[in-house]
């Protein structure tokens, strides 16, 4: 039994009936048209015999007020796994629409705080794979890894595996592992870290109140320093909208090479352009630069699957009416400013500011005074996923995305992740913040071709930062 890290904690205290905290991603396979039904079928004797290992086989048990632990659990895998298809014809806008009914409802938390839904009958011979997990379990990068593990990347290998299933492979490095630091070893190196922890805690602290005093060179945004945009009208129903689009990875790497970025940059930038383009459509454009709520993963290959190994930074994007190539050098700065005052400082300081970040971003929903004063406009995340074409079991995985989880203090979050030659990006928002999320990632999409159009004659220059 484990109890709960703080971060773990605050999504499961964050959670009510209108604001769902699991993350939700979908994985879409191409079948021959010999094997449609009987693959599909394979597919779910075969997750539904598995065995399931950590995080998978965690459920809650509450020890008090606010406070809880993981128990080990036998979850029941009819229960888990369910099988269930899209009405004929099997449109696109059918399975959005399955898929997104599928997402509203919160976890069961006397279960393993997990679901898997195998998606049948999608036109032209495809299924689908849509699992959620919630947030306290495990977060992005985590899952990522294990997603990939569960994959393989050859077309002969009729393997089928889920993400939950055991890794015999990682399993054998992480006793090596921790035969080499005992658990004592572990405990007297977090003790021996405490005073410099704390002495960072403050320093961090000190220089947010400089910066509000402007004794000290902006860094990065403050909490409830952002203006208040339509992005943060928060969700009042359980209601949400998804939409998503690809962009060609190659694309986006010529144009970070030719300009000294990095993918990261180039993807926030035309996010940035877009969302600015979509205020000014609905007659909301703000003076001022938004604010993105971004997470830093801080996972290394030590760490086990579940949990939150992230933390979370206030970064000030581009001005209002700058050019998409200005506002790509604006937003590259930025983020290099803050990535350079985050490496600076340890890991536990990192969390402990981001419970902060966080804090101020939900106090919002609790109270009213702080709905004008909100600390970002919206979450912006980012996952590096595998470059190579994924088989399950033999058969091509044609699409991958996730359903952007609507945070804490606000109504939108835009995800991007790579998959094989694609930036994969989805938009998820309550209807009160963003009522048309195609609009924006036409928007999105528009100012991706600006920003080719504009760099195609820039001279490649040095990489910076």
Request: hydrophobic letters at 40%.
């Amino acid at each position: 039994m484990s109890k709960l890290k703080p971060m773990d904690m605050a999504f499961l205290l964050l959670e009510n009936s209108s604001r769902q905290m699991h993350m939700t991603a979908y994985q879409m396979f191409k079948v021959p048209a010999r094997q449609k039904h009987s693959f599909v079928a394979k597919v779910l004797k075969t997750f539904r015999n598995s065995e399931v290992t950590a995080p998978f086989n965690q459920k809650l048990k509450w020890l008090g007020k606010d406070v809880a632990s993981w128990q080990r659990a036998e979850p029941d895998l009819n229960y888990h796994v369910r099988h269930v298809a899209v009405p004929a014809p099997g449109s696109m806008p059918q399975f959005y629409e399955l898929v997104s009914f599928l997402n509203t409802p919160l976890l069961d938390r006397d279960q393993p705080l997990w679901e898997c839904y195998i998606i049948d009958g999608i036109e032209n011979n495809h299924f689908a794979i849509m699992i959620k997990v919630h947030h306290a379990l495990i977060d992005g990068g985590g899952a990522l890894k294990l997603f990939r593990a569960a994959m393989s990347d050859r077309a002969d290998d009729k393997t089928i595996r889920a993400v939950w299933m055991p890794n015999e492979k990682k399993t054998s490095r992480k006793k090596r592992s921790r035969t080499k630091q005992p658990q004592l070893k572990q405990l007297l190196s977090r003790f021996s870290r405490l005073p410099a922890d704390i002495l960072g805690t403050g320093t961090e602290f000190a220089k947010m109140g400089a910066q509000s005093l402007k004794l000290r060179p902006r860094e990065s945004a403050l909490p409830f320093g952002a203006a208040k945009t339509l992005f943060n009208n928060m969700a009042g129903s359980s209601a949400r909208r998804y939409a998503n689009c690809e962009l060609p990875l190659a694309d986006i790497k010529a144009i970070a090479k030719k300009t000294g970025t990095t993918i990261n940059d180039v993807v926030t930038t035309i996010i940035d352009d877009a969302l600015h383009h979509y205020l000014k459509d609905h007659q909301a454009s703000i003076d001022v630069p938004l604010v993105g709520l971004m997470a830093m993963s801080l996972r290394t290959d030590e760490h086990d699957a579940g949990g939150n190994q992230v933390s979370v930074e206030l970064v000030p994007m581009g001005e209002p009416r700058a050019t998409v190539a200005k506002r790509l050098q604006q937003v590259h700065e930025s983020i290099a400013k803050v990535k350079e005052k985050s490496r600076k400082l340890p890991n536990s300081v990192r969390q402990f500011y981001s419970l902060f970040v966080f804090g101020s971003a939900a106090i919002s929903d609790f109270s009213s005074t702080f709905e004008a004063l909100p600390s970002a406009n919206l979450v912006i995340s980012n996952m590096v996923g595998p470059r190579e074409q994924l088989y399950l079991g033999g058969v091509p995985m044609v699409a991958f995305q996730g359903l952007p989880i609507v945070p804490p203090g606000g109504g939108l979050n835009v995800t991007f992740a790579s998959f094989n030659k694609d930036i994969c990006l989805a938009v998820g928002a309550a209807p009160e913040a963003v009522d048309n999320p195609y609009l924006l990632v036409q928007f999105i999409v528009n100012s991706f071709e600006k920003l080719k159009k504009a760099t195609r004659n820039t001279r490649k220059v040095a990489a910076k930062n």
